[in-house]
């Protein structure tokens, strides 16, 4: 399937939002604060905070530059506010009112008129008509003055704007870390918001992708900062339909309480704090206008700092489950009563909220497990488990070494806990909505439960209890390895859910994804060809993991042909008949600009890394019944629209141009101990950067593998467009090579094929142009 990479729009369809829409405003909040916005209307929104110290402060921002959405879906960067204005009804209530002297405050970041960074404070209670609570507000960008009064000789300059932030606090606030007595919830709502003057519109991308067959996924941590309609909006114009597996997070849901100088989950009734709660009200509504299904995923991690030490996992010295994240998070032990009440309340008060919008309740328990570290210290040992597994279990200080029969029993035992405590989190969320109907899901993530170093690691982390029918269907992810080229790993671990669990392809779903950081993004290569991998197994659905990272790398998914369609690239795995000789002309031709400057020197920009090769196989014709099985040929390829296999006289062998091949020819890659998949290549030239080109079409008889010189003669098999898989990775370091013929894939170069009948009588040769067709990069 094709997809491709967007880093701007270039070209496609494009709309006019007011400035200041309501769908693309932001908030931001340090933690343990939490707040959330909402657009509530066409001219309005909403914001709603959770207060827990005297110094909470958060803000309300508007960016210049969109660093959220799809490239082809955001808007247009503008920076000139000049003669432009904002007006808005402000009401709020449980923050500092706009009549305070420390009461909201725009905060506006930019330029000045020299260029020099600056950043003005501008008090908005200057500009407002009403009461602190309830006030007219107008900003006329072009006449703002900063400072606490007016009139001000500190005039914001409009013309080089990059964000503005509204701030708002709690009712005695004074810039400290002390905690408030109680939290404290509060809330903004800003309608009638009117953007007037020069430059009130922006121009925003509106490319709406047809469907792509694909699910999205999207997380409440990552996106809690943005409206649901924006968020929504680019999931389906990007082509996604279906399901939209929303992860609630591990840092941002909860409600809080102070105890022994820290935030902890756990102390109060309601278990989701208030900006959560309005957030996933308007998200739920939306997914149902929307037509997509929501599924409500709920993980057992929690960020380490809110988390009561009691409910941490543990390794055997007692150190917590700590995650490599920046600030690490812990996961809650399957054996804690408390810890698993708590996360029961969670998971039903989800399910509420979802039946409040009138949504199918849908419920993935997210990735279940025992944590364990990567030297093999698995945590199993906190007070609880340690009292359900006999009270004194027998240590497992690294579970990279062999495991006695006692200690495979203890995994055993743990992941019978971990099991039941899956059970009791779908029966807490079923009760909820009894009588309700619950779709129960789980993830699992196998390059962790089926790390080949732990061989026994499955035994804690994919129990037995899981098999069908616990659950209405498994979700199966296997990313790290699937972008580390770890493909017999990635197989055989399906193989093995397979086996252990039981559930058919129809009852499962694959998550594909994710690429960590922007400078991996040549990951999604991997993932997309993941992708229809994984729809050849028929699966129940493929999900995108996850929304964050498509619109951050432009990510598109291009959708599959209407069925029964031909594909673009349709190709017949025929020879071409005829014989070509040495009058056949063969011409390979590259793509380059070349500018010259005034002075005469050249500027050469290679715009293809290979070379695509042109044919005429006009003077290989040399009888009319040659020229008769050429037509024919010509027909039955519907001209250009199907390809074909060509032999290239001149260039057919890994070994120089026509030699026969050895095994030794061609270096195709180093082993890793992880990389199963080696695609074809052959040379040309010396030094350091030969030109390389993929092999696509080799001759499967001829073809010979070696690792480190020595010939390979089973554990390995031709895959499609010339990729060699290996049934086991090679070894680290170890050099993989191959020895082939090969064909080359051609189609005819025109819709048309011109041959005068009294020129071929007379000896003229035909023109009969075809052209090389690129299978793989």
């Known amino acids: 399937m094709a997809f491709w990479l967007a880093s701007k729009r270039n070209g496609q369809a494009s709309d006019w939002i007011s400035r200041f829409d309501p769908r693309f405003w932001t908030v931001n909040f340090p933690r343990p604060m939490m707040a959330s916005i909402v657009s509530t209307g066409p001219d309005s929104l909403r914001v709603d905070a959770s ?151 922006v121009e925003i991308g509106d490319v709406i992708l047809p469907p792509n067959g694909l699910a999205m996924a999207t997380g409440f941590d990552d996106q809690g900062v943005q409206t649901p309609a924006r968020l929504l909006r680019s999931v389906r114009q990007l082509g996604y339909r279906g399901s939209l597996v929303h992860y609630v997070g591990m840092s941002h849901y909860f409600r809080l309480a102070a105890m022994d100088g820290a935030f902890l989950v756990g102390h109060a009734p309601d278990p989701l704090n208030a900006p959560t709660r309005a957030w996933h009200r308007a998200f739920f509504a939306e997914c149902l206008a929307l037509g997509f299904s929501p599924v409500a995923s709920l993980s057992y991690e929690l960020l380490d700092q809110h988390c009561p030490a009691a409910w941490k996992q543990r390794d055997f010295e007692g150190k917590p489950a700590l995650t490599g994240w920046d600030p690490p998070s812990t996961l809650l032990s399957p054996a804690n009563v408390e810890a698993m009440d708590w996360l029961q309340s969670v998971g039903a008060a989800f399910a509420r909220l979802m039946i409040e919008a009138g949504a199918p309740v849908r419920f993935q328990v997210g990735e279940p497990w025992w944590w364990c570290f990567a030297d093999g210290r698995i945590c199993i040992y906190d007070d609880a488990a340690k009292a359900r597994l006999g009270g004194t279990p027998p240590s497992i200080p690294n579970l990279r070494a062999p495991l006695d029969a006692p200690r495979k029993a203890l995994l055993d035992a743990a992941g019978a806990i971990l099991a039941q405590s899956t059970t009791d989190l779908v029966t807490a969320v079923r009760i909820a909505v009894a009588p309700g109907v619950v779709e129960a899901l789980a993830l699992v993530f196998t390059p962790t439960v089926l790390d080949p170093a732990m061989p026994e690691m499955y035994r804690a982390n994919l129990p037995v209890g899981w098999a069908s029918p616990a659950f209405d269907r498994l979700q199966v992810e296997d990313y790290d390895w699937l972008t580390a080229g770890a493909d017999a790993l990635r197989r055989a671990a399906y193989a093995t859910v397979n086996q252990r669990l039981g559930y058919p392809p129809h009852e499962q779903d694959y998550l594909a994804g994710f690429v960590l950081k922007a400078e991996q993004a040549d990951h999604w290569r991997r993932i997309d060809a993941g992708i229809d991998e994984a729809l050849t197994r028929a699966p129940h659905e493929v999900v995108v993991w996850a929304l964050p990272q498509v619109a951050r790398d432009g990510f598109v998914r291009l959708p599959l042909p209407p069925s029964g369609a031909d594909q673009m690239q349709a190709f017949d795995e025929v020879p071409y008949p005829l014989a070509l000789g040495r009058d056949a002309t063969v011409i390979p031709e590259f793509s380059t600009t070349i500018s010259v400057t005034a002075s005469g020197f050249e500027r050469r920009n290679s715009l293809w890394s290979d070379a695509r090769l042109r044919f005429d196989l006009g003077p290989g014709v040399r009888s009319e019944a040659e020229l008769g099985e050429l037509l024919a040929f010509y027909r039955a390829r519907r001209g250009p629209a199907r390809g074909f296999l060509l032999r290239d006289p001149s260039d057919f062998s890994s070994n120089g141009m026509t030699g026969d091949p050895t095994a030794a020819d061609q270096h195709l890659g180093t082993g890793d101990a992880l990389r199963t998949a080696y695609p074809l290549v052959k040379r040309y030239g010396t030094g350091e950067e030969p030109q390389v080109r993929r092999i696509t079409r080799p001759r499967p008889d001829s073809l010979l593998i070696a690792i480190d010189g020595e010939l390979q003669r089973g554990g390995w098999r031709l895959d499609a467009l010339g990729v060699v898989l290996f049934d086991q990775a090679p070894p680290t370091g170890a050099i993989v090579s191959a020895g082939f013929r090969f064909d080359v894939p051609v189609r005819f170069a025109e819709d048309q094929l011109e041959i005068g009948g009294a020129a071929f009588a007379a000896g003229e040769a035909p023109s009969v142009p075809v052209v090389e067709i690129r299978e793989a990069s």
């Not at 204005?85 to 008129?113: N, Q």
């Not at 409009?158 to 503005?164: E, F, L, N, Q």
């Not at 709690?170 to 009638?192: H, K, R």
């Open 51 to 201: 207060f827990l110290r005297k110094g909470d402060l958060g803000g309300l921002i508007w960016d210049s530059e969109d660093g959220l959405d799809h490239p082809l879906l955001a808007y247009r960067t503008d920076r000139d506010y000049a003669h432009t204005s904002l007006s808005f009804r402000w009401r709020s209530s449980g923050v500092i009112p706009l009549d305070s002297g420390i009461g909201p405050t725009l905060t506006v970041e930019g330029r000045d008129a020299q260029g020099a960074a600056r950043v003005w404070y501008v008090r908005l209670w200057n500009y407002a008509e009403g009461t602190g609570e309830d006030a007219r507000i107008t900003l006329r960008f072009s006449e703002l003055d900063a400072g606490f009064s007016l009139p001000s000789a500190d005039r914001v300059w409009p013309g080089a704007i990059d964000r503005m932030f509204i701030s708002f606090c709690p009712p005695g606030y004074d810039g400290s870390a002390d905690p408030l007595a109680a939290e404290a919830e509060g809330w903004i709502e800003l309608s009638e918001i009117r953007t007037d003057g020069a430059r009130a519109m």
